[in-house]
């Protein structure tokens, strides 16, 4: 079952139209933001984007995570959505970068 992580309001990113990717540093979504658990059957991380225009929530899941090469510190976060049950798309994904 997908559960439903930690809300994020869509105004905390840019919308980047070249890469079709929505924006932020992980300063942006405040200091006490965390990820949440997407699946009630395992550990994978993510949030809840909340759209600024209909209040519309997809999840979205981190799918692959950026390290530097020397101190193998954490640069970014990619985040794919969890697709619906009807098959539906979203034409989007998420980068947050670790300021």
């Given at each position: ?11 905390k990113?840019h ?11 992980i ?8 990820f ?9 991380q993510?949030?809840?984007?909340v ?6 929530e ?10 530097d ?8 976060w ?8 009807d ?11 670790n300021?």
């Amino acid at each position: 079952m997908i559960l439903n992580p930690t809300r994020v309001s869509s105004t905390k990113f840019h919308w980047v139209k070249a890469s079709s990717e929505f924006f932020a540093e992980i300063s942006d979504l405040g200091h006490s933001f965390r990820f949440g658990r997407v699946y009630d059957d395992a550990a994978d991380q993510g949030l809840t984007l909340v759209s600024r225009y209909d209040s519309r929530e997809i999840v979205f899941v981190v799918d692959r995570i950026d390290r530097d090469g020397l101190e193998n510190e954490i640069t970014g976060w990619h985040l794919s959505p969890v697709l619906p049950g009807d098959g539906g798309s979203i034409p989007f994904t998420i980068l947050i970068a670790n300021d």
